[in-house]
């Protein structure tokens, strides 16, 4: 059993920068692939990075290319997701979750085994 505690959110204006922190309970962190996720009021679960076990390989959704950053620190048992040029449309619950061993989608939720409770980014026009 593992837990995953997200910190960071809050409210921005549009154009700012927020850093998501995923803390997570196991020491063995490395072991697991990471990703974060985000849902919006009335939509469902959106798929936003994710990033491998040692940080060697990573994938973006398109509608955050090129303005949000992940990754990790595995001696701190620790995720991160740095926003930059934010919109409003960024706007939601931000998630993030682990899964171990080899998935068949890097985007699909239900590939992953751990969720933490999820942080909350407002961004403002």
């Known amino acids: 059993q593992v837990t995953l505690v997200e910190s960071g959110g809050g409210l921005v204006q549009a154009g700012g920068s927020l850093s998501l922190s995923c803390l997570a309970s196991?020491?063995?962190?490395?072991?697991?692939?990471m990703g974060w996720f985000r849902q919006a009021p009335g939509k469902e679960r959106e798929f936003v990075a994710a990033?491998?076990?040692?940080?060697?390989?990573?994938n973006y959704a398109d509608s955050v290319k090129m303005r949000f950053t992940i990754s990790r620190d595995n001696a701190k048992n620790t995720g991160y997701l740095q926003m930059d040029s934010l919109k409003p449309e960024d706007t939601a619950v931000y998630y993030c979750?682990?899964?171990?061993?080899?998935?068949?989608?890097?985007?699909?939720?239900?590939?992953?085994?751990?969720w933490g409770q999820g942080t909350q980014v407002t961004v403002s026009s």
């Open positions: 979750a682990i899964r171990s061993g080899p998935g068949s989608s890097w985007t699909g939720p239900d590939e992953y085994n751990y």
């Open positions: 990033i491998s076990r040692s940080g060697g390989s990573i």
């Open positions: 196991t020491r063995t962190f490395s072991a697991y692939c």
